[in-house]
């Protein structure tokens, strides 16, 4: 059997999930909470309506839900492995589907962000990193310091494992999932993730609050 880097990219994956319906649950359940929870960090890291999210990794629209009518008109931009799973939260999940341009919502799959403007301020990557190995977090934080000059904090969430040698096998993760270094879920060491954001250009430290599923959020800045 093929081991695909994680679920999401395995073949027919996103047309058979959304052909049961099922756009929430494979953003990874927990809807409601988690959505809110997304928000509020936003918030916490000084989010306003004048400001400009991108949301990377939106999936179904979770976290735009819920952004969407508190930014002003045309401030949320969205990003995701599956273009169609964010059309269908567009359509399925959105009060007020007219403050969201469909152009908008945009199928990205190697971090590369096209047609994303330059004046995003804030993004967020939750539960991206979480399914994907190191080297995309690399990926992802020298395109984002090279395509968005505005940009005044950077959010975004991963698995930690607590050593070297411990990381070298399975990690059970405070909420219970168990983690891996060589596939999906990924776990990383956080030096490692700081060496990451140093070399990329930014300042960052994981900060304390418990997520779901154990995950780990990281506040950057540029540096």
Not at 54 to 66: P, V
Not at 70 to 94: K, N
């Amino acid at each position: 059997m093929t081991q695909h880097i994680s679920p999401y990219h395995a073949p027919d994956f996103y047309r058979e999930a959304l052909a049961k319906g099922r756009h929430r649950d494979i953003v990874g359940g927990r809807w409601e909470e988690t959505g809110r929870i997304q928000m509020q960090l936003l918030r916490d890291a000084g989010l306003q309506p004048r400001h400009h999210l991108l949301d990377i990794g939106a999936g179904s629209l979770r976290l735009g839900c819920k952004a969407v009518p508190y930014l002003d008109p045309g401030h949320y931009w969205a990003t995701d492995l599956s273009g169609a799973l964010m059309r269908q939260g567009h359509a399925s999940e959105l009060a007020d589907p007219a403050r969201l341009p469909p152009h908008h919502l945009i199928e990205d799959a190697d971090f590369s962000f096209p047609g994303v403007p330059a004046t995003i301020t804030h993004a967020l990557a939750f539960a991206v990193f979480t399914h994907l190995p190191m080297n995309h977090l690399r990926r992802a934080l020298t395109q984002i310091q090279a395509r968005f000059p505005a940009l005044e904090r950077l959010l975004f969430t991963v698995f930690l494992a607590p050593d070297a040698i411990t990381a070298l096998g399975p990690v059970k993760q405070p909420d219970g999932v168990v983690t891996h270094d060589t596939r999906a879920p990924y776990h990383m060491l956080a030096r490692d993730v700081s060496h990451l954001l140093s070399t990329s250009g930014f300042v960052g430290a994981a900060q304390t609050q418990r997520l779901p599923r154990g995950q780990v959020l990281f506040h950057a800045t540029r540096a």
